[in-house]
């Protein structure tokens, strides 16, 4: 017998803080979509970063959407943390996944048809999702044979984690050497941020209602998803406005004097000549 909510306003706030959560998540990929739309160029934001970042909503999606779905995984779920728990996937994470990957590989897109300098999507990257890849297909052909369907999708729960702690990182160095935050939108993190910390309440008011952590622990993926998210989302909000804040003129029009010979370098002009002036609003 499954669990049901023991309250009905816990149950409503769990729904309203799940789809805020979503909204927040899923309106969090348009800022550098519009943003790379408006320059026309994608220079400034990492490559690395969108392909980690499609791997592991791509793993997302098939947790969500197979633990929500499934019957039989359900029931696997039930004979190992107990008949009276409630499935940790709601409608608003099948959502969310399905839309993340529809839009990071929109983004991707981008990257194709705009000016990139001379950006390129690193060979770590490309060995990290290979390898990632090729252990998902060892796994799915060990669960075959005796239906480890539940343990399967853990697997790709637990390379959603595992892409959520490093995706970051290409990016928060990019922007460190480029003393810059220009051609990533802070409109993305902020909303990112927001979505991270109502995603964590949602499991919270979970927690309360059935007296008891396992929805924390029984997807553990979707917990340190939110503690990832709002770590690396307050450093990039540091980095933004406090370490390499944007310089505005007497317009209010942003004016930014950046390094950027790492990323475009003419061959028509002279190396050392490596610095110059952007200027444009900025999304803040």
Same mark, same amino acid.
């Given at each position: ?29 348009? %800022? #550098?979509?519009?943003? $790379? =739309?408006? +320059? @026309? !160029?994608?220079? /400034? ?6 392909? *980690?970042? &499609? ?87 060990v669960a075959w044979p005796k239906s ?21 990182? %290409? #990016?928060?160095?990019? $922007? =460190?050497? +480029? @003393? !810059?935050?220009? /051609? ?6 902020? *909303?990112? &941020? ?51 804040p944007v310089k505005r003129d007497e317009n209010g029009k942003a004016i930014i ?28």
């Amino acid at each position: 017998m499954s669990s049901s909510w023991n309250s009905v306003g816990l149950e409503v706030l769990y729904q309203v803080l799940g789809w805020v959560a979503f909204f927040a998540w899923s309106f969090s990929f348009y %800022p #550098q979509v519009f943003l $790379n =739309f408006r +320059r @026309k !160029s994608v220079v /400034g934001l990492n490559f690395d970063f969108l392909v *980690l970042n &499609l791997t592991k909503h791509s793993s997302y999606l098939i947790y969500n959407a197979a633990l929500f779905f499934s019957p039989f995984i359900q029931r696997q779920y039930h004979e190992k943390y107990g008949d009276k728990e409630m499935i940790p996937v709601a409608a608003n994470d099948v959502a969310f996944s399905l839309h993340a990957v529809a839009l990071t590989a929109f983004t991707l897109f981008q990257v194709f048809i705009y000016e990139r300098g001379n950006q390129k999507v690193s060979k770590v990257c490309i060995s990290i999702s290979a390898i990632v890849w090729t252990a998902a297909i060892v796994c799915l052909i060990v669960a075959w044979p005796k239906s480890n369907w539940l343990w399967l999708i853990d697997v790709f729960n637990s390379i959603q984690v595992g892409m959520t702690a490093i995706k970051y990182i %290409p #990016q928060a160095v990019m $922007n =460190f050497r +480029r @003393k !810059s935050t220009i /051609g990533w939108s802070i409109g993305n993190i902020l *909303l990112d &941020l927001t979505g991270g910390v109502l995603n964590f309440g949602q499991m919270g008011v979970q927690s309360i209602d059935q007296h008891t952590l396992v929805n924390f622990y029984g997807n553990i993926g979707k917990t340190l998803l939110s503690l990832e998210v709002v770590f690396f989302d307050v450093v990039f909000i540091i980095q933004h406005y406090v370490l390499y804040p944007v310089k505005r003129d007497e317009n209010g029009k942003a004016i930014i004097s950046e390094r950027v010979a790492p990323l475009i370098r003419p061959s028509d002009k002279p190396e050392e000549d490596n610095t110059m002036t952007i200027q444009f609003s900025q999304l803040r």
